[in-house]
């Protein structure tokens, strides 16, 4: 069994995939970042008068990408306490981890996914925080 989960409640995709999909009592969700449903905003971005990005603020970015992944999985019949596994995505690993961690431990308690962090040099939008998540969805999830 293979389904597609696509919901209004989390920003859209920003290319041709889903924003996750179900495979048996797995649910593999797409990368997911920290823009705004709806008007597709980033918080915390601050840009100068050419538009030009100049600083941003982790702490927002975080609170957004984690309201967005419990968006999807909400969407989906999952839970926050369903995650297995999370991959998170940072593009400043020196200036943004201790933040990123801190915030993680908060959201994230009770909760004992496993979770790689990655500096990468860039994402495909002016964010700098995206999470890769994986859950076990329960039995007779519909």
């Known amino acids: 069994m293979s389904d597609i989960v696509r919901t209004d409640t989390a920003p859209a995709p920003v290319g041709a995939y889903p924003?996750?999909?179900r495979v048996g009592n797995l649910l593999?969700?797409?990368g997911v970042g920290p823009r705004q449903p709806g008007n597709n905003a980033i918080p915390g971005n601050v840009h100068d008068a050419d538009g030009?990005?100049?600083d941003y603020d982790i702490e927002a970015q975080c609170r957004?990408?984690?309201?967005?992944?419990r968006a999807v999985l909400?969407?989906?019949?999952?839970?926050?306490?369903?995650?297995?596994d999370v991959t998170v995505f940072l593009t400043?690993?020196?200036r943004d981890f201790a933040a990123y961690n801190r915030l993680y431990a908060e959201y994230f308690a009770g909760v004992d996914a496993c979770r790689t962090t990655l500096g990468i040099s860039a994402l495909p939008?002016?964010?700098?925080i995206e999470l890769k998540c994986i859950a076990s969805l329960p039995a007779g999830t519909p």
């Not at 957004?64 to 992944?69: D, I, P, S």
């Not at 909400?74 to 297995?84: H, I, R, T, Y």
């Not at 939008?125 to 700098?128: D, E, H, K, L």
């Open 52 to 54: 030009t990005l100049v």
């Open 28 to 30: 593999f969700l797409s």
């Open 125 to 128: 939008t002016p964010i700098a």
């Open 64 to 69: 957004q990408v984690f309201a967005n992944v």
């Open 92 to 94: 400043d690993m020196r």
């Open 19 to 21: 924003h996750a999909r």
């Open 74 to 84: 909400e969407a989906s019949g999952a839970a926050w306490s369903d995650l297995v």
